[in-house]
């Protein structure tokens, strides 16, 4: 019998900041049964735009976030949470607003969900990861970015969110603990930090108030060269016209940046990456097959 697949993902002021949501959504909308979107109340078109996407798979839950909410990013956490105990398929899918699936790869997941599905001890299918930086053509591959994530989990398992990335299993009321996974030998394309510099700046505004710390100054150019690198592939084509309307222009590393210490650490890192063949950028998942 065929799995059934839940899309999710919750949205606020999505428009304002410049996520490229729509395409996202469209991008998921061919591989699932519904997809449940919580809403957050917005100042911006944001829930009028999602409507606007007309299709019956979508499932709008209306939500109003803890203002007061501050410590670590957990708002997050609840905003996800909330549309993934929503979701009735077997297996949850998650996409944030600023990552989109290439139509090339659709039939692929579909046919890892089928191949594990029928092994209970796989808990979740990874990704790998194209963290588009300054440029619709350059890619940020350091060790400080994810290369792979959980997107798409077992929604008849305990699981919960302590941050919007990623999630734990809990069993017998321990300690959470990452779930065991196999490769979806796919892709996922993150556009966010491509977005227009200015709207960049908004979002990283609103995200500071919710991790109890001051906002970063966003500045491209301020980037250490060594960590980018040329994306060589195709870019999904429901991301076209959003690409040329919006995404950062003339993007250049400044030839003057000054390396940070982090970005010292991070050099090194790159170094023991290349002499020993490890990945040493975080992992939230227990490769299993």
């Not at 899309?7 to 949501?21: H, I, K």
Request: aromatic share 12%; charged share 25%.
């Amino acid at each position: 019998m065929k799995p059934s697949i839940s899309g999710f993902t919750f949205l606020r002021n999505a428009v304002e900041l410049g996520f490229p949501f729509e395409q996202s959504i469209r991008s998921l909308l061919p591989l699932v049964d519904e997809f449940v979107i919580a809403v957050g109340v917005s100042a911006d078109e944001t829930l009028e735009r999602v409507h606007a996407i007309g299709d019956a798979k979508i499932r709008v839950i209306p939500t109003r976030w803890n203002e007061r909410m501050s410590h670590r990013g957990f708002v997050y956490a609840q905003q996800k949470m909330i549309a993934q105990y929503a979701c009735t398929g077997d297996w949850a899918f998650y996409l944030e607003g600023d990552e989109v699936l290439h139509e090339g790869e659709l039939d692929r997941i579909a046919q890892s969900v089928q191949c594990h599905h029928g092994n209970p001890q796989v808990e979740a299918l990874v990704f790998d990861y194209y963290h588009f930086f300054g440029s619709p053509e350059i890619i940020a591959t350091g060790p400080s970015w994810y290369r792979r994530e959980c997107r798409l989990i077992r929604n008849t398992i305990r699981t919960y969110a302590p941050d919007g990335q990623y999630w734990l299993v809990t069993e017998n009321h321990k300690r959470g603990r990452n779930p065991r996974a196999a490769l979806a030998n796919a892709h996922v394309y993150h556009y966010g930090w491509i977005r227009q510099s200015d709207k960049m700046q908004k979002k990283m505004d609103q995200v500071s108030r919710y991790w109890s710390h001051e906002p970063p100054k966003i500045r491209y150019s301020q980037v250490d060269a060594r960590m980018l690198s040329a994306f060589e592939g195709s870019h999904p084509q429901i991301m076209q016209d959003w690409i040329a309307s919006e995404a950062e222009r003339d993007f250049m590393v400044d030839p003057n940046y000054k390396l940070t210490r982090r970005d010292q650490r991070l050099r090194l890192k790159l170094a023991i990456e290349r002499l020993t063949g490890l990945d040493l950028s975080r992992k939230h998942f227990k490769l299993v097959a």
